[in-house]
C-alpha cells in the first residue's frame, strides 16, 4: 500500500487533524493503578501504540467519579499530571489522545459507601483480633460480610434498574461530574473527549432498558434528552477539545433476535446522530451497543459473526451526516480497512484488538511489510475485560510490559537452528532473525502451522490460520531458511551457534481396557482428517481439544457424547465463546456427562461410572475419540554440542496454549 494508503492520509475532525485514519478505540486494559490513575504499565501501553503510529488513541471507561469499577479515573486534580505526562509522550509521536468518559449504570456514591463500611468492620476485626477479643472479632467479620454482600446486591439491582430509578438530581449530579472531568482532560493536555453513549448515558436512550415516565423517559425525544445535555455540558465545560461520541447501535442477530440492550435501534440511532452532529459533536464511532453482561455480543470471538458487521449502520449515518464517522467490529486487516475508506463508508478505522496484536500497524503499511493479524480468539483480550484481568494478546508477548519487554540488538554474528515449525518456533525465528542473527527451521511435516492446523478443522476456527500466514510472510522477508518436509541432524545442529527445539506434542490415550482396539481413535487424527469416523461417538475428554472435536464431529452428522471427569465441559474456554459451543451443543442434541470416569472401552462402546453417586453406566459408540490431553514428544539431543533450549509443548511437562508457546519462543530467542 505504501504511503499513498488512504488508511495514512490525515483526518480533520473539529480543529484537530489526525495525520492518518488508524485509531485505537476505547479498550479497558486493566493497565492502571489501583487508584485508577496512569502508572508505568498504561503509560508505556499507549506510548508503544504512539511509537506504532497510530494517530488517535482514546483511554476507554475513565470515570468521573470514583467508582469501585477496576478503571482509569479522572475525578480528582491529583490525577491531573499522569494524565497531562501521557499526553505529552504522545505528542511526541503525533499522536492525539482522548478519554471516554463514562458513568456507570448504578448509585456509584451509594455502593461506594457501603464497601467503605464493609472495609472499616474488616479493619475493626483485625484490631480485636489483635487485642485477643475473638467475640468482638467474630462480630465484626460477620457484620462487614454483610454489607458487602448488600453492596453487591445493591449493585446488581442498580445494573438493571439504575436509570429509570436514579433521580432527576442525581442525573444533574452525574452531569457535572462528566463537565468537570472534561475540564480536567483539557488542563491535562487531552486533545479530546469521547462520550461514552453506552452504560448510563445510552441506557437512558434505550426503549428495551428505559422505564421511566418523566422528561427523560417514554418518546425518542426525552430518551435523547441526556444524551444531548452531557454534550452541551462538556462543550461548555472544554470547548477547546474535539468532542467525539460513541454511538451504541442495538444489532439484530442471525435469527432475529436483538443483539444489545443499550442505546438505540438502527433507525433511532440515525435521528439520534443528526441531533449529535446539531449539539456540537465533531466525530461519531458507530459501535455495537453492550449490557448482555457477556463482553462478546460487543466484541465477538471469531466465527460468530461477519466481518465489520456494524459497518451497515455506519455507513447508513454517515449519509445524514457531514462530520467524520468511526467504524469498529471485526475490521480485522488493513486491506479491509482500506476497502472500506476507499468506498466512503467511514473516515477512519477503529483497530482495537488488531493493534494490540501488532501496534506497528501504520508503519508496516507506510513500508509495505506484512502485519501480524488479530485472531478475534478473545482469549487474551476479552476474556480478560470480562474477568477484571489486565489485558494482552495471544499473539504479541510484549503487551502490558512494553517498558522491559522488547526485542534486543543481536551479539554479534550467529547462526540459529530452529527445529519444529509450529507457532513457537515460527515466532523463535521471527524473533532470532530481527535480531539480524541466519536461521533456518526444520519442519518434518510438510506444512507450517503443527497444532495451528489442528485448531483451526473445528467450526468457526478457520480464522487461527491468520497466526502461521503471517509468519509465511513475514520469516522470508526476514531472510529465514524455512524447510519444511526436512529433519535436522545432529551435525547440521552443530553447525549452528544454538538450537531452539519446538518438537511439539502428541495425543495421549487413556490407560483403560480396550483403549486400544480398532474402534478408538486420536482426536488429533480425526482434526488432521487422518481418520474418517461416522455413525455414534463417544469423546472421551470435554477440554477444549475434547469440545471442539465433538463440534467438528456434529457439523459431519454425527451423533456425539462428550464424556468428562469434572464437573465442568470446557473449563479453559474463553466466557465469550463458551455459551456459543453450548448453543451448538443443544441444537445438535449432544449428550454431555460430567463427573464421569471412564473404566473400559468396549466394541460397543464406553463403559464409566458416575464420581458423585457411583453409578455404572454404558455409553453406546461405533466410534471411542481420545481427547484426555497431550504429552510433550521426546527429543533425543544426544551429540548436539552447541546450547539448546526448548520452547512451546515440548518445553515443560505441561503442554502449552497458543499465548504460552508465542512467549517461549519469544523469551529463548530473545536470549541467545
Known amino acids: 500500500m505504501g504511503r499513498s494508503s488512504l488508511l495514512l492520509q490525515p483526518l480533520k475532525a473539529g480543529s484537530l487533524t489526525l495525520k492518518n485514519r488508524i485509531m485505537f478505540p476505547p479498550l479497558t ?8 490513575s496512569i502508572g508505568e504499565r498504561s503509560f508505556h501501553f499507549y506510548e508503544r501504540l504512539a511509537k506504532g503510529g497510530v494517530s488517535y488513541v482514546v483511554i476507554g471507561d475513565v470515570a468521573p467519579v470514583n467508582t469501585a469499577s477496576p478503571t482509569p479515573k479522572l475525578c480528582d486534580d491529583r490525577q491531573i499530571p499522569g494524565f497531562k505526562r501521557l499526553a505529552d509522550a504522545l505528542h511526541a509521536y503525533d499522536c492525539r489522545l482522548a478519554l471516554q468518559i463514562f458513568h456507570p449504570e448504578y448509585d456509584v456514591p451509594g455502593v461506594g459507601r457501603m464497601i467503605m463500611e464493609s472495609m472499616t468492620a474488616a479493619r475493626e476485626a483485625q484490631e480485636a483480633k489483635a487485642a485477643g477479643d475473638m467475640a468482638g472479632f467474630a462480630a465484626k467479620m460477620e457484620e462487614s460480610g454483610r454489607i458487602r454482600s448488600g453492596a453487591y446486591a445493591k449493585l446488581h ?81 472544554a470547548p477547546e477539545l474535539m468532542l467525539e461520541y460513541k454511538l451504541p447501535v442495538i444489532t439484530e442477530n442471525p435469527d432475529g433476535t436483538l443483539r444489545g440492550k443499550g442505546g438505540l435501534r438502527p433507525e433511532e440511532a440515525k435521528k439520534l446522530a443528526v441531533l449529535l452532529e446539531k449539539a456540537g459533536v465533531q466525530m461519531l464511532q458507530v459501535a455495537q451497543a453492550n449490557h448482555t453482561g457477556n463482553m462478546g455480543d460487543t466484541i465477538p470471538p471469531m466465527g460468530t459473526l461477519p466481518y465489520n458487521w456494524t459497518l451497515p449502520v455506519a455507513k447508513e449515518i454517515k449519509k445524514l451526516v457531514s462530520i467524520p464517522i468511526v467504524t469498529v467490529g471485526r475490521v480485522v486487516t488493513v486491506e479491509a480497512g ?32 506484512p502485519v501480524r493479524t488479530c485472531l478475534n480468539c478473545n482469549k487474551g483480550c476479552v476474556d480478560a475485560i470480562q474477568n477484571r484481568k489486565y489485558i494482552s494478546c495471544v499473539l504479541n508477548a ?82 529465514v531458511d524455512l524447510r519444511p518436509g526436512q529433519l535436522c541432524t545432529v551435525e547440521m545442529m552443530n553447525g549452528a551457534d544454538a538450537v531452539i527445539v519446538a518438537a511439539g506434542a502428541e495425543n495421549v490415550t487413556l490407560p483403560v481396557p480396550g483403549a486400544c482396539g480398532d474402534n478408538v481413535v486420536s ?32 457439523e459431519r ?38 463427573n464421569t470416569k471412564v473404566t473400559a472401552v468396549t466394541k460397543d462402546g464406553v463403559e464409566a461410572v458416575n464420581t458423585e453417586t457411583g453409578e455404572k453406566m454404558t455409553v453406546p459408540a461405533d466410534y471411542v475419540v481420545m481427547a484426555v490431553g497431550s504429552k510433550k514428544v521426546p527429543f533425543d539431543v544426544t551429540g548436539v554440542t552447541v546450547p539448546v533450549c526448548f520452547v512451546g509443548d515440548c518445553s515443560g511437562e505441561k503442554t502449552a496454549d497458543i499465548a504460552a508457546a508465542v512467549r517461549s519462543g519469544y523469551f529463548a530467542a530473545n536470549e541467545i
Not at 346 to 354: C, E, F, K, V
Not at 529 to 540: H, K, M, P, Q
Request: negative net charge; charged residues 30%; glycine residues 10%.
Open 157 to 237: 439491582h442498580d445494573m438493571q434498574h439504575f436509570v429509570s430509578e436514579a433521580s432527576v438530581e442525581q442525573l444533574t449530579q452525574i452531569k457535572e461530574a462528566m463537565a468537570a472531568c472534561a475540564r480536567r482532560a483539557a488542563a491535562a493536555g487531552a486533545d479530546a473527549i469521547e462520550i461514552h453513549g453506552d452504560r448510563l448515558v445510552g441506557s437512558l436512550c434505550s426503549e428495551l432498558l428505559n422505564h421511566r415516565t418523566d422528561e427523560y423517559g417514554g418518546s425518542f425525544e426525552n430518551r435523547v434528552r441526556y444524551a444531548l445535555e452531557i454534550v452541551a455540558a462538556i462543550r461548555e465545560a
Open 338 to 369: 482500506e476497502a472500506i475508506l476507499a468506498a466512503g463508508e467511514a473516515d477512519m478505522i477503529g483497530y482495537g484488538r488488531s493493534l494490540l496484536t501488532d501496534p506497528d500497524i501504520a508503519h508496516k503499511v507506510e513500508r509495505d511489510e
Open 398 to 479: 510484549e503487551n502490558g510490559d512494553e517498558e522491559t519487554i522488547f526485542i534486543r540488538p543481536g551479539e554479534g554474528e550467529k547462526k540459529v537452528v530452529v527445529v519444529g515449525g509450529g507457532i513457537a518456533g515460527l515466532e523463535a525465528a521471527r524473533v532470532a532473525a530481527k535480531r539480524g542473527y541466519r536461521v533456518t527451521v526444520f519442519e518434518k511435516e510438510e506444512r507450517l502451522g503443527g497444532q495451528i492446523i489442528l485448531a483451526a478443522a473445528p467450526p468457526r476456527k478457520s480464522e487461527i490460520l491468520r497466526s502461521i500466514e503471517y509468519y509465511e510472510k513475514i520469516l522470508p522477508e526476514l531472510g
Open 523 to 554: 482426536a488429533w487424527d480425526v482434526l488432521a482428517g487422518r481418520r474418517e469416523i461416522s455413525g455414534r461417538c463417544a469423546v472421551i475428554g470435554g477440554g477444549l481439544v475434547g469440545t471442539e472435536t465433538a463440534e467438528y464431529l456434529l
Open 29 to 36: 486494559t486493566g493497565y492502571e493503578e489501583r487508584d485508577g
Open 557 to 594: 452428522g454425527c451423533r456425539v457424547s462428550l464424556i468428562e471427569m469434572t464437573d465442568k465441559i470446557a473449563a479453559g474456554e474463553s466466557t465469550t465463546i463458551l455459551p456459543v459451543i453450548l448453543d451448538d451443543f443443544a441444537r445438535h442434541k449432544a449428550a454431555q456427562y460430567v
